[in-house]
């Protein structure tokens, strides 16, 4: 960890903050929400000693990584997060045609859509969580899977924030990357979430400190407005409608994992809807007994699946 270098980049009106360590094909690792690059920490390291350059940026809005006009939830959509990474890459490895990319949570989202949109970045792919979904004409089936998967009580300015800073930075982010209940998040207005979990066994005191330090810093206001953002991208990805991802590809979730359990998500999965839109799908991994966050609560199992998959290609 201590070997891990720090930059800022300028890239898209950002200064981006980017990790990263080692040396040989780039692998790009994307964070989700409440996350950070601090994410994959465990990843970069296994990946870096055996032999390639592991970088992995703070998302627009997050950490260290500024510039993003969080007053403005369209300055978050999925085009202006697409533009962040491919302006990246052109300003950290502009002699390397296509990248190795592994996404979680948002990060898998948005490396979905990287590859929809720019396959001839992409090498292979590996992503955790989220299952791509393909544009659909009926919006409200995002509207099921925000209300399930977020909160429930709509995403107006600083309802949410104002909700947050009642319970406290520190008890959020533990909240949350202590989720191990399949069923729908459950966050009432004025209620908080209903329960406090202990700090999980994988984050130690160190990393809760660090993610409440860099919340504490930047609020919740740029992670929340990748939500809010939803509608907008349904109207921008119109365009690409029935349109594949092809690009090699693993998917792996947790068992417990809350958006694995959004009903119609397994089926959809495991009996080749999936596969009709990422038809280079290669593997469907299941980790028994993980939850959501599982790059983090296992990582050993989860740079074993990675590694193995970027080392065919």
Known sequence: MEKIEHKI??????????????????????????????????????????????????????????????????????????????????????????????????????????????????????????????????????????????????FEPGDIEAEFANLGVKEVVKNFLAIRNPAPLYFPKGEGFGYSSDRPDWLTEEDLNYYTSKFEQTGFTGAVNYYRAFDLNWELNAPWSGAQVKVPAKFIVGEFDLVYHVPGTKEYIHKGGMKKFVPLLQEVIVIEGGAHFINQERPDEINEHIYSFLKQF
Request: glycine fraction near 8%.
């Open 9 to 154: 980049i300028p890239i898209n009106g950002l200064k981006m903050h980017v990790a990263e360590l080692g040396q040989g094909p780039l692998v790009l690792f994307l964070h989700g929400f409440p996350e950070l690059w601090y994410s994959w920490r465990h990843q970069m390291v296994f990946m870096a000693a055996r032999g390639y350059r592991a970088v992995a940026p703070d998302m627009r809005g997050y950490g260290d990584t500024t510039g993003a006009p969080l007053d403005d939830p369209s300055k978050f959509s999925i085009l202006h997060l697409v533009g962040d990474l491919i302006l990246l890459l052109d300003a950290i490895s502009p002699n390397e045609d296509k990248v190795f990319v592994v996404g979680h949570d948002w990060g898998a989202l948005i490396a979905w859509h990287l590859c929809l949109y720019r396959p001839d970045r992409v090498k292979a792919l590996v992503n955790m969580s989220v299952a791509f979904t393909p544009w659909n004409p009926e919006k409200g089936i995002l509207r099921i899977q925000l209300v399930y998967l977020a909160f429930s009580h709509g």
